[in-house]
């Protein structure tokens, strides 16, 4: 795993913890949940820029399919939360919603994350 790589990955976990404890403790607009999930999406897309640049037959993680159902339901669930917040906020929309499943989405994430991070190793020849 390189540096930029390492770096990426401590961003992640302090942007999940941010986004967990402004949801947690304060009461963000519909916008703030918005940019939120777009630093989400923007780090990620960072990270698989830095992973495709990575000489694919070094690098060695096993996903089980338990976890490959979790991340695709986290990514569905994402991309529902992201339009549904990003058309209430330019069609000027306020709604409530429920800020548990939000803590549950990003919790998991960060879950993943570390987990990732503790499991992607380089194969040793």
């Not at 519909?30 to 640049?53: D, H, K, P, R, T």
Request: aromatic share 20%.
């Amino acid at each position: 795993m390189t540096t930029i790589h390492k770096l990426i990955y401590a961003l992640q976990f302090l942007l999940n913890i941010g986004v967990i404890s402004l949801i947690v403790f304060s009461d963000p607009t519909v916008g703030q949940i918005a940019l939120c999930l777009a630093m989400v999406f923007i780090s990620e897309l960072f990270l698989v820029y830095v992973q495709s640049n990575m000489n694919e037959s070094e690098i060695y993680y096993k996903k089980s399919c338990l976890f490959a159902l979790g991340d695709l339901t986290a990514a569905t669930v994402y991309i529902g939360y992201f339009i549904t917040f990003i058309g209430a906020y330019f069609l000027h929309r306020s709604f409530d919603y429920l800020i548990w499943p939000l803590v549950i989405l990003f919790a998991y994430t960060l879950f993943r994350k570390i987990y990732i991070f503790k499991n992607y190793t380089y194969e040793i020849k």
